[in-house]
């Protein structure tokens, strides 16, 4: 229970929390050689981003090949689950029917199972789960493989201020509070 607790606390108050964003100032070298230092080093920084967009692309497609055959598996246990809850279904009203029918030892047909209220006790004794699958959606699948497989912060902007410094400039970092700020 103290688990349980603590649990609901640490989520109800990172969701209070504010959030912040990081903001780079930047101070640009005074000398000549300085600034054609900062120009390579922006050339440095195009070329990052654009490797890291190819191969995001990339990494995207065989995200798409795994999505794609994790949602298979995940559809064809969706049709399993599918067919055992149509039957537990099916049994159920028969229990019922046949409860209603006989007067099974004058019990109640049915009460809740300390464990949930998605489990049920049958006359009989059975235990029904009641609770219909969920399908399976293909867009979270791309979207967990994505999460999963692809790297989206490629560190650009580091080896850009990195260089940025080296050339004689100074980047300035700080953090902006823009949701749930205090007061």
Request: aromatic share 16%; with cysteine.
């Amino acid at each position: 229970m103290k688990y349980l607790f603590l649990l609901f606390s640490i989520i109800f108050f990172s969701a209070c929390s504010p959030k912040y964003k990081v903001i780079y100032d930047y101070t640009p070298p005074v000398s000549e050689s300085g600034k054609d230092c900062v120009k390579t080093c922006k050339e440095k920084l195009a070329t990052c981003k654009a490797i890291c967009r190819s191969n995001f692309d990339i990494c995207k497609k065989k995200a798409l090949k795994i999505a794609k055959r994790s949602y298979e598996r995940k559809l064809q246990e969706y049709s399993n689950a599918l067919e055992r809850y149509a039957n537990e279904v099916e049994m159920f009203n028969l229990e019922q029917n046949l409860y209603y029918f006989n007067n099974y030892n004058d019990r109640p047909f049915f009460y809740w199972r300390p464990v949930g209220p998605y489990w049920i006790w049958g006359p009989t004794g059975g235990i029904y789960s009641l609770q219909k699958p969920i399908k399976p959606s293909l867009e979270e699948e791309i979207q967990e493989a994505q999460m999963r497989y692809c790297p989206i912060d490629c560190k650009c902007q580091d080896s850009y201020n990195e260089c940025f410094n080296e050339c004689g400039g100074k980047v300035h970092i700080r953090k902006v509070c823009i949701e749930n700020c205090p007061k």
